[in-house]
């Protein structure tokens, strides 16, 4: 075993940088054995440097973050700090002065990927990226690495542990949104802010990471199609009970039939409780691939958490300090696919869409015309009436997102309905 340690700096030392500090220490005698050579913690960046920090001498802790990274003698720069500056400034700086990093950073990943990757590939140094997407599972190396032989067609993931901890106590409890989103953050699974969890920012971030590594094509935040659970109602899950579903808030990245095109979204969705997916509850996370050869996948596991998510950036860690032992670097950006991405109107799902309607003669006559005028097929329909007013739920066959909208479009024309309650799209089978 080399005895030159390998210096490593650290951004961050909150609730992922902490767990990142401690196992590095702990572990310290099995992570040199692994590498073939000791890891030396040489720098610790933070904003509040008079906070008590268990473990971590006093003199390696730094408010000058900039001055860390342009030592020069760092082999890997770890960075948890999160959001785009300083991380995107200290990332490019640590990979000028020669370090290769490992980063937790979802946020920073799907805006700015590309450009990271190509600053690494220009300085010959690694960028590795586990914890961004889903905690604790492995995700990133088994897309890259395990299936690099393989074609990916599909992934369907619970990728936030937050809005999948508030649809399953909807689910199991019959509380409404508010109520579940009041546990969640009494628990401390919801942020003070829940915002980029229940509009689904933060699993959109994630979407774009994955579709970009499955697919070898760039796919942008933007190309994200986005829209978040606070809409989901109590009477939404009866509804998915009585088809046999349940709902999540699900990152869908899927390869068009023809293969020519991909398509990268966020929304809440039925699935039947017979996929595997349904199965996954409280705040844990899980993906599930599907791939040409190797057929269908599950990825389960915590999505968060301070240990889970260090564990995630301690595996980059070995990687990379073992690439760079071998004077290596492991695999960068695959781009080369290049497919364009498609919008959302070229999605084709099933809809459950439940409205409310006029309880007279004709009405379902007139509702079904609508849906045959824009080329949508009608699966099933249920009606219940009562007083003089009805609800009417239609599950549509396969039809593109475009047609849906022109539907529901002209469906809130007619006299005859009152409302467009709910629709939701219906996944997974
Ligand atoms: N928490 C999770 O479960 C989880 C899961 C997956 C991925 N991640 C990702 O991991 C990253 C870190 O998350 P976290 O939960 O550990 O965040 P956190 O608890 O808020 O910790 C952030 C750390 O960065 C430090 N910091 C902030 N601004 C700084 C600056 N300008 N210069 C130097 N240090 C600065 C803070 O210093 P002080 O300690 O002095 O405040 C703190 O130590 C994020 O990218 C996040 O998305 C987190």
Redesign the pocket.
């Known amino acids: 075993m080399r005895t030159r340690p390998l210096k490593v700096a650290l951004?961050?030392?909150?609730?992922?940088?902490s767990e990142v500090a401690r196992i590095m220490t702990t572990h310290a005698d099995d992570l040199a054995a692994r590498i073939g050579a000791p890891v030396e913690l040489a720098g610790v960046?933070?904003?509040?440097p008079d906070?008590v920090r268990e473990g971590i001498p006093a003199e390696l802790i730094t408010?000058d973050?900039t001055a860390l990274v342009k030592r020069g003698d760092l082999d890997v720069v770890v960075e948890?700090?999160?959001?785009i500056e300083?991380a995107r400034s200290l990332i490019a700086t640590a990979f000028e002065h020669g370090a290769s990093v490992v980063s937790?950073?979802?946020?920073l990943l799907a805006q700015d990927g590309a450009a990271l990757h190509a600053a690494a590939e220009e300085h010959g140094k690694d960028l590795y990226y586990e914890?961004?997407v889903a905690?604790a599972i492995p995700l990133i190396r088994p897309l890259r690495e395990s299936l690099a032989g393989d074609k990916v067609n599909r992934v369907l993931g619970i990728v936030n542990g937050t809005t999948n901890f508030i649809l399953d106590k909807m689910d199991t409890t019959g509380a409404g949104y508010q109520e579940a989103l009041d546990e969640a953050t009494a628990l401390g699974y919801a942020e003070a802010d829940p915002t980029a969890d229940v509009e689904g920012f933060d699993a959109a971030a994630k979407a774009a990471i994955l579709a970009g590594i499955a697919f070898h094509t760039r796919v942008r935040l933007d190309d994200v199609y986005r829209e978040g659970m606070t809409e989901v109602t109590a009477a939404d899950f009866a509804s998915a009970k009585e088809m046999g579903c349940t709902i999540k808030l699900l990152a869908i990245c899927e390869r068009a039939a023809d293969g020519a095109s991909v398509t990268a979204r966020v929304h809440p969705a039925m699935i039947p409780l017979t996929h595997p997916l349904a199965s996954v509850r409280g705040a844990y996370n899980a993906v599930f691939v599907e791939s040409d050869a190797a057929g269908q996948l599950m990825f389960y596991g915590p999505g968060?958490?301070?240990a889970p998510?260090a564990s995630a950036v301690l595996g980059d860690l070995v990687a990379v300090c073992r690439n760079r032992l071998n004077g290596a670097t492991g695999p960068g950006e695959s781009a080369y696919a290049a497919l364009p991405v498609s919008p959302m109107g070229e999605v084709v799902t099933r809809y459950h869409i439940s409205l409310d309607v006029a309880d007279k003669p004709g009405v379902l006559a007139q509702v079904a015309t609508v849906f045959a005028e824009h080329g949508v097929s009608i699966d099933t329909v249920r009606q219940q009436g009562k007083d003089g007013e009805a609800s009417l739920v239609v599950v549509t066959h396969r039809a593109s997102d475009a047609a849906l909208v022109g539907t529901v479009e002209a469906l809130r024309n007619l006299d005859t309905v009152r409302g467009v309650a709910s629709i939701m799209r219906v996944e997974g089978e």
């Open positions: 951004l961050g030392c909150g609730v992922v940088g960046a933070v904003r509040r906070r408010t973050a948890v700090i999160g959001g300083p937790a950073n979802k946020a914890a961004a905690g968060a958490g301070g998510t």
